[in-house]
């Protein structure tokens, strides 16, 4: 079993959650996970770690087996942002790798939604929060309290009929052959999957290219969007993996995303902070996450 450094008793996260924990205990510097729902951004908050989850398609993924075709997103792992910057642009050969000396003509302005549609804002979440908003106007950002659009909780939807109708098709041999060897929870998982439609997954997708589309418009008024990580600390024991509730929507639409350790939740478990930008826009995310890494340490 896989433990938790930074949480002793609780889970490390989801399917990354071997490269976060690897991070976390000092095992290796660096590591590589993959990101379908949330099992990046996840496992780095719980074990206190940094995990970039990039733009859709901007890291390789020749090699590893096939979840969701349309959602599989090679992420990276490293214990700054800066390690994890330096880590991206050698494996993608994009320039990503930060220039601190690089002054900024205007303050980073930060948007915080109030709410959720896809879950409440637990007290831990909410502390983290509170931490984040603080660390970022002493260092002089400027932090506005937002809202999310009404579609986004159509995408947190059209985001589970696109994975459970393309993990079924890309596991059904698993089924098939050595079912007995499936965990009860992924077995069940892939034999309700194979009842959603060709037209509700024809449908989910053609919400989500509309939904990237009216991002680029909501999204224009900030330079990044702050939210929480995970629900909320780790939880305690295996039994749970944690909830990729805060992550979903945010990988389907394909935008980078990265958790910046540092904040704590009411039980002094890692809470970590979540900096989405626009689509494409990696260098940037690494940019404003690297900003508030620092604002928190202060």
Known sequence: ATHNPRAPGHTPGGSSAGSAAAVAAGLVPLAIGTQTGGSIVRPASYCGVVGFKPSFGLLPTPGFKCFSWSLDTVGLFANSVDDVAWFAEAVSGHALQLDGAKPRSRPWVIGVPDAYPWGEVTPSARKALGQGCRALEAVGATVERIALPGWMRDVFEAQDVIQGYEVWRALS???????????????????????????????????????????????????????????????????????????????????????????????????????ITGARTDAMCLQVAAFLEAALKR
């Open 173 to 275: 041999r698993e089924v098939d052959e050595h079912a007995e060897a499936l965990s009860p929870i992924l077995r069940n998982y892939l034999l309700a999957a194979r009842d959603i439609t060709p037209q509700a997954y024809e449908a989910a997708h053609q919400l989500a290219t509309q939904a990237r589309h009216d991002l680029l418009a909501w999204m224009a008024p900030w330079d990044a969007v702050m939210t929480p990580s995970a629900p909320d600390e780790a939880p305690a024991g295996y039994g749970s993996t944690g909830a990729s509730s805060f992550n979903r929507a945010w990988t389907l639409l394909g935008v980078p995303c990265i958790n910046v350790p540092g904040a704590v939740g009411v039980n002094g478990l890692p809470m970590g902070l979540q900096v």
